[in-house]
């Protein structure tokens, strides 16, 4: 499922990505690549979203939530 289509509140893990090379090289570097963890704090209008990553917060658009894939977890954090 896409990060966008995602609870509040909930864990996830993310599968993959289907973004520009060198946006995806950024979110790696800070810390979201495919297999980590990722909470969806809050949701906001249009799409963006706070998420923590690795226990850090980031406000994430909605052509990036439109593009990371996740999966969900056994357990919720």
């Known amino acids: 499922m896409k990060l966008r289509e995602t609870q509040t509140e909930r864990s996830y893990v993310v599968t993959g990505m ?4 060198d946006m995806e090289r950024r979110l790696q ?3 979201l690549t495919c297999g980590s963890k990722i909470l969806v704090m809050n949701r906001k209008r249009h799409g963006a979203m706070i998420v923590k990553i690795r226990g850090t917060r980031f406000a994430v658009g909605r052509m990036l939530t439109e593009n990371i894939e996740v999966g969900e977890t056994q357990d919720d954090e």
């Open 18 to 21: 289907d973004l520009p090379v």
């Open 29 to 31: 570097a800070l810390g």
